[in-house]
């Protein structure tokens, strides 16, 4: 859960992020230490930049409205939602790491959404000033978890399904979808066209 | 902070044992300005007493308050404490309370500390005194007060909070020490998760640089000094911040929300946001302006709407720092009166209806006679932020109470999943 920010003139926020760009500045912005949030303070920075670009693979109905990633360094508290801009977003350079996603779609009861949080096999990524790195995320899926064999059965334990994407990211509470597997096998073979018996 | 026998703890020792199930682990987790620790400091004094005094009807309100502690925030912390305490003999009690009179001097003096009424001699006399005091709570048993002091002697000498003489490898040494004995109490509260990040940014901090070493070559103000933010090099190369610049204050006023809709000027207490974690959804614009509640309680729409239509019966509540909604005109209801307030704020709230879609499954969340579940969404934000002449606005959407602040996790999805959520 993340505090969020209204930049001037957009009619949607971005998840709160200590780094801000305002025209062609680009500011620090902090809350006081005492973590109160009841002052702010900002500064110009000088910096050089790259540019991250999220290349999102999948279904296009599937395609989250928000892909977050933060800076673990001088950066710390930094975010930056890769779905604000298509294009690209200007970021600090310096090493990046997925932080969080969400899916949205539908209202009350018809909602579907999931969120997705790094996996173990998530790495960050490093933008160097004047790059631009893009993320590949979504397909091809990886569906992981336990089963048992029975037999000639083999039962899959429900609770122990776990959704991954190509980055690595990991999907997690799907709402309103069951991850309900489709089984397909190979076809016997066609059987010879019937004959006379005459 | 609370001190030992205060109003508060007694007022909680006398609540416990007056409570069953539910209304009993309420009180130990929202009573009082402090919350749980309240109820920390109740089990000590309750303990000494019942040890020194033979007081024996502390016996059943000493259980049913470890037991409440339980119920309320799942986790065995009082009842490891009350099992170092209760092997103290009368002597170890007597420097106990001998000890507490110096811990509760060391109190006022970490009110100065953090007002920077302190100079460097006084400095070096608070983290002393913060360490040896430390020492004789460790050497009694008493871990809880120990990690306190060890937390003080660390925030002495933490670059962010003493910029006359900061020592951040030995401030670090000292607050490792007191989240190990949080770590023994099994306390990991959000201060306690607070801390460890601190540490873990100050030893990335340490690694850094030779600037970041010698924090004393720079004055505070300047990039790359101490509290301000400012580090050894930009990660692009040379300073971080632009020449000649300076931290500014981002003048802005906090805008509570619309008076329509529902809103109450509210202030909350953080735990109890804890327990209504809800996925992140950023803020739109129009969800703030008075025609239009928050789009977050959509959830509940319907019971949103009529909650709106019942504005006569909606009041306002207007409290003030220690005073509870009951002594500010609120009704007089079991609940309400544990609440307790820290800063002005507003959020909105709704009740959930016995057909509500959660995660894909029809679940009733309708309130009944013995219990209620209200969920509820910060209203308020902080507007017209001033960033270098342009207005940008920040909504406390995780409602922690502080417009800015870091995202809060949810460990292993509140206990539901494996991993962390944000």
């Known amino acids: ?198 | 902070m609370v001190c030992p026998g205060s109003r508060g703890t007694r007022r909680l020792l006398q609540a416990i044992p007056r409570r069953d199930g539910r209304g009993r682990s309420e009180v130990a987790r929202t009573d009082g300005p402090q919350g749980a620790e309240n109820a920390i400091w109740a089990l000590s004094d309750a303990a000494n007493s019942y040890y020194v005094n033979n007081n024996a009807e502390l016996g059943t309100a000493i259980e049913k308050l470890v037991q409440a502690w339980k119920d309320a925030f799942k986790t065995n912390f009082l009842d490891k404490y009350y099992d170092d305490l209760r092997n103290f003999d009368q002597g170890q009690w007597n420097e106990w309370r001998k000890s507490l009179s110096r811990w509760n001097g060391l109190l006022s003096a970490d009110q100065k500390r953090r007002k920077n009424e302190l100079d460097e001699e006084a400095l070096k006399k608070f983290t002393a005194e913060a360490n040896d005091l430390a020492g004789v709570f460790e050497a009694l048993g008493d871990k809880y007060v120990a990690g306190t002091c060890y937390y003080w002697a660390g925030a002495s000498l933490d670059p962010d909070q003493n910029t006359k003489s900061p020592d951040p490898a030995k401030a670090i040494e000292y607050y490792k020490k007191a989240l190990k004995f949080r770590d023994d109490l099994d306390h990991k509260d959000s201060w306690y998760t607070d801390l460890t990040s601190l540490v873990a940014k100050m030893e990335l901090e340490l690694k850094k640089g030779p600037v970041a070493k010698k924090p004393a070559d720079k004055k505070p103000g300047q990039p790359g000094a101490p509290g301000n933010g400012g580090g050894p090099a930009a990660l692009g190369g040379g300073e971080l911040f632009a020449k000649d610049s300076k931290w500014v204050p981002a003048v802005s006023k906090i805008r509570r929300g619309p008076s329509r809709g529902g809103r109450a000027p509210f202030l909350v207490q953080r735990r109890l946001l804890h327990g209504l974690a809800q996925h992140w959804t950023p803020s739109e614009s129009p969800r703030r302006s008075p025609s239009k509640p928050s789009s977050r309680s959509s959830r509940f729409p319907r019971k949103r709407s009529s909650f709106a239509r019942r504005k006569p019966s909606m009041r306002s509540i207007r409290a003030t720092r220690r005073r509870s909604p009951s002594s500010s005109g609120a009704p007089r209801r079991s609940s309400s009166r544990f609440l307790t307030f820290r800063r002005s704020t507003s959020f909105m709230a709704a009740m959930g209806s016995n057909q509500e879609a959660i995660h894909g499954t029809t679940v009733n969340v309708s309130a009944d006679d013995n219990y209620a579940q209200i969920y509820y969404t910060p209203a308020a934000s902080r507007s017209a932020v001033d960033v270098a002449g342009q207005k940008v606005r920040v909504f406390d959407d995780n409602g922690d109470g502080k417009m800015g602040s870091d995202p809060l996790m949810l460990k292993d999805f509140g206990q539901r999943m494996e991993g962390r959520s944000p």
């Open chain 1, 1 to 198: 859960m993340m505090d969020s920010i209204l930049m001037p003139g957009a009619k949607k926020a971005l998840p709160f992020s200590g780094f801000l760009k305002l025209g062609p500045k680009r500011y620090r912005l902090k809350a006081d230490s005492d973590g109160a949030g009841l002052k702010l303070q900002s500064r110009e920075l000088d910096i050089k930049t790259g540019t991250i670009k999220l290349d999102w693979k999948g279904p296009a109905t599937a395609k989250p409205k928000h892909v977050i990633f933060r800076e673990g360094g001088e950066f710390t508290g930094a975010y930056f939602d890769l779905m604000s801009n298509e294009k690209g977003v200007e970021v600090p350079a310096g090493e990046y790491e997925f932080f969080y996603g969400i899916f949205r779609n539908g209202k009350g009861k018809q909602v579907q959404k999931f969120a997705i949080v790094p996996g173990k096999e998530s790495k960050k990524i490093k933008v160097d000033p004047g790059a631009t790195v893009t993320v590949t995320m979504g397909a091809p899926f990886t569906f992981a978890f336990k089963s048992t064999q029975d037999g000639s059965d083999v039962n899959v334990t429900g609770k122990s399904v776990e959704i991954f994407g190509s980055a690595g990211e990991h999907y997690v509470m799907l709402s309103d979808e069951t991850r309900s597997p489709r089984s397909s096998g190979a076809n016997p073979a066609p059987r010879p066209a019937p004959t006379s018996a005459r």
